[in-house]
């Protein structure tokens, strides 16, 4: 039987666990066996940029912090190696960059995650990496805002300029 101070300690990660996925609007597991080195150094790195956290825990301690915030649909998901990039700030972010990551890897797997509390498998996970960045979205989205703008303006430059030639 372990000891008091290992159980402590034990039970002081899970609640930090707790707290950091309270605190989050999108996790994402991976199975990250079988990547060298040199791609999970990169892999961290993008990950960083984006603010996104990303560790390796013990699948126990993630399954009881999970399950103190009330959340069993990882249950059966957490075994195997497991690595999760948790977000605070972009829904997006770690499924964009770890899905990019997985389907360059043939032995990296995306798992399963969640967005502001509601569940998703592996293939919901890997549709969700489809999506563009949210400042990406907005910049499609002011595009195509402006544009008819644009069209308004110059049609109404024309009205102008025909109407002073004509004076």
Do not use: W
């Not at 069993?72 to 964009?96: C, H, K, M, W, Y």
């Amino acid at each position: 039987m372990p000891s008091a101070k290992v159980l402590e300690t034990k039970q002081a990660r899970v609640n930090e666990l707790s707290e950091l996925l309270k605190s989050s609007v999108s996790v994402v597991l991976v199975d990250y066996k079988g990547i060298t080195v040199e791609q999970d150094t990169a892999l961290r790195r993008n990950l960083r940029e984006a603010n996104v956290k990303y560790f390796v825990e013990k699948n126990t301690l993630l399954k009881r912090a999970f399950n103190a915030n009330g959340v069993t649909d990882f249950d059966d998901i957490l075994n195997g190696t497991t690595a999760i990039a948790v977000s605070a700030e972009d829904q997006t972010a770690p499924a964009r960059i770890l899905g990019e990551f997985a389907e360059k890897s043939e032995t990296f797997k995306l798992k399963a995650g969640s967005v502001e509390g509601e569940f998703y498998d592996e293939a919901k996970i890997m549709a969700l990496s489809k999506i563009p960045s949210k400042d990406v979205l907005l910049a499609q989205l002011v595009g195509s805002l402006q544009g008819p703008i644009q069209k308004l303006a110059a049609l109404l430059q024309a009205v102008v300029d025909k109407n002073g030639e004509a004076a």
